[in-house]
């Protein structure tokens, strides 16, 4: 596929924030998925880093604490999603209360199941952060 | 409806604090809902507020913002719930960009659809503001 | 489009429980839909009717209780047919004040704006009915 | 965190409706909640079972089937608490083919994964409800 | 249960499409749930195969590569359903590019999380693919 | 906000688009929305139509109708957005018999509540087609 030139600006500053929170998130996504989609790993950063995480006019973690709130409350098939940036958030500054606190929150909007759900998500982020840090 | 004798702390926290971001709001579910539902508006502010809103852990202008977002990914059904916690973000503090960049951001995860229709909730809440300013 | 001789039994007893509950449906689904999709109708009595509704093992009551239950958790775009089904849930006995119950309860799995919504609408049918019964 | 003394009322019946229909469930959250989100497991009981499931005005088999609806309409991410509550359904009288009735109608709503999702949870309930009973 | 006589024209040419696409599902579907729930083996292929995917007036390609779409934004519970149309899709002459475009497009609609869990699905199809050729 | 030099590739086919399917989209986007959320209508055109809809290995029609399912299946807030895919599938070729069948087929996975909601959508695009023909 011909993909077209590439946004000068976009895609660099999604590569370097994608980099700092998913180290060697771009290369695995290319490594999977770019034989059969060709350039979605591009886009991916791209859209996602380059074009919404990196955006202005909301601190880095109040902008990952409500991604968290949203893939909490979408339940089901966002856990991948939800623990990768549960620990984007952790990287930033978010204490494991406030995502806590940020998950149990939607149970009046997602419901009991998507607070569990995404409780034990998280409970496996903070499992692997301790046992990083030990 | 025999209605156990409710909590003497949440309920009452809930209540503070319900009427401080949306004064009026447990009347008015009572005299809609109770006779169908006993003690309807009572549940709601003793749950949502008292249980809920009102936690520690999470600054209530964080907790509102990550609120906003499950609304908008959510979609759909939410509109008046998201105008309501829209309005409770900006007296506690949110800016409007600040609600403008957490919905944007949900275009990653809720669709583009659920970006547009949160948009027009938050603008319909801003002009309401601005005609209460003038 | 050569639409296939359909089923002797499903389709009957879907028409026999239609026009009991919901009254002229099946026409005005005819009128709106089958010039754009042929024997659309058709297949709705057949199947929804015919091949779900009109199934044994479950008292009709219940069965409608649990459709509202389903329709106020997934929310938003089911008003139109939770308003059926409340309205057809009366029919056979059940009283609102279940109705009530059935979609307050759904607050801890749909969360607040479904049950609000929801609410709403059973609200609209009692009073609908009502005014017929004046 | 300071937890606002709680409903005299809603917890206690909250807690003994949990422990009847699922003995040590309360525990088990405390257990692996509390420590992260303080006060959730007290939450939970009061909340879900004390405002919610203990209410009056409708039946416990019909709520319970009435959840059953939902949680299978909802789908993906709600398989513990669709085993849950099938269980708790049995417990107060709802037989095995009602269950699958409800779960059965769900396709006209929820679409038909999430029939066959619920279906298994449902067999797997039964399954482990034959193998106790041995 | 007294099963009505079923469809003389769409139970058999829903037979004979599953058949094709899906040899062997009516018997396992019937093995696994029609003790349960009488006649659900039947009434799903009398429904889907008959009444929705053998219709005429759209080709058998786009309309599976348009359930791959809605099953893909629908997400969560229905990747073993996912599955099933990716490899009926691929029967009617879908290629695997087609797929993963369709799978791709949905992020602006079901969302990052969607996609990717779409996507794995579809490469496990493929890998079956390319294990049975060998 | 800074706004980095965008895609000189992906904005630029993704405004071709655009403008071919929507005229005035964007500038539309821009005047209701870009004050809010500086830069909103470019992402939304370089994103949506330049990164996803202009892709290649699918044709576009197929592209069109694959969206038509999702947004019907995904339901409640997509009317709008629905209405606007079902425009441009039929400015590619798409038949209104072959919409209309795309919806239906979505009774299986997204309920008959969205499939009823969509069959509307499409039929006030297809009389505003008729009116303008007129």
Known sequence: MNIPVTDTGTYERGQALSERVNPGMEAALAARYDALVPGMSRTMVDVAYGQ???????D???????TV???T?????????LK????????????QREIGEVIFQMALYGGLPAVINA????????????????
Do not use: C, H, W
Request: charged share 25%; no cysteine; net charge neutral.
């Open 69 to 71: 709130a949203a893939l």
């Open 84 to 95: 990768v940036n549960i620990a984007s958030a952790r990287k930033v500054g978010a204490s």
């Open 119 to 134: 409780m034990n998500a998280a409970i496996e982020v903070f499992n692997e952060e301790a046992a990083r840090d030990e």
């Open 73 to 81: 409350a979408l339940g089901g098939q966002t856990r991948p999603q």
């Open 52 to 58: 919404f995480y990196a955006r202005e006019g909301l």
């Open 60 to 66: 880095e973690k109040t902008r990952l604490l409500a």
